[in-house]
């Protein structure tokens, strides 16, 4: 079975600092989703990404958040200046079509300190 | 109340028995979507429902969708230690192409042996 590959799994930073999140995505899976996970609280949506642009963003995903393809493949997810707040599980998501399971990543565990 | 609420919050049950979790939503959805999560991992897809399905079986795992009462259930029969999970449901609500989930705040699932 496919799978989405999310490094590092687990990043400990402190704050302020920058961090980069990454994802392999599936080949041929149009759409992209980033989403969180603040530990014992539910997952929320981040960023959707289609067509190598970014489809809908939520109120998290403020300025601090950038969402990229570096190198047209693979993506990467930037906090550019880290809060404690920030501490959370991070998953991307690549569903191959509409109307089909989501296809998520192991996750990266992000520490703020 | 929030899209995607379980209920229970927890539920204690020995092996063997069933567990029955169940989802409610507030908006029209494409599809409704399960996953477990085991302490601080990943997110297993367990079950995808079309909205225009209303009852889908996958090995132990029996979920059922009633569209009118915007609600569903997760059905986990004879179940194992192994078992146990958080589990959440996602509705898939978007009515465009980019349709984010939107996750339930989740069930606690201990089996005891």
């Known amino acids: 079975e496919p799978e989405v590959t999310q490094t590092p799994s687990h990043q400990v930073t402190q704050m302020g600092q920058e961090v980069i999140l990454r994802c392999v995505p599936i080949?041929?899976?149009?759409?992209f989703y980033w989403y969180r996970q603040i530990l014992g609280q539910k997952v929320e949506f981040l960023v959707s990404f289609y067509n190598n642009e970014i489809s809908e963003k939520s109120e998290i995903f403020d300025d601090q958040f950038s969402v990229e393809r570096p190198d047209g493949s693979n993506f990467t997810l930037k906090i550019r200046s880290t809060k404690l707040e920030d501490s959370a599980m991070y998953f991307c998501a690549n569903p191959p079509t509409r109307n089909t399971e989501a296809f998520f990543g192991q996750g990266t565990r992000l520490t703020v300190v | 109340s929030q899209q995607g609420e379980e209920d229970p919050q927890a539920l204690s049950i020995q092996e063997g028995e069933n567990a029955t979790m169940n989802c409610s939503y507030k908006t029209s959805i494409n599809n409704l979507q399960w996953y477990r999560q085991n302490s601080g991992r990943g997110l297993v897809h367990l079950i995808l429902?079309?909205?225009?399905?209303r009852e889908k079986h996958s090995g132990r795992l029996r979920v059922t969708l009633d569209t009118s009462k915007k609600s569903s259930s997760l059905l986990i029969t004879a179940s194992r230690a192994a078992d146990t999970a958080s589990y959440f449901c996602?509705?898939?609500?978007?009515?465009?192409?980019?349709?984010?989930?939107?996750f339930g705040t989740g069930t606690r699932l201990l089996v005891s042996p």
């Open positions: 429902i079309r909205s225009n399905e």
């Open positions: 996602a509705t898939d609500a978007g009515n465009t192409g980019f349709q984010k989930l939107v």
């Open positions: 080949s041929n899976h149009l759409y």
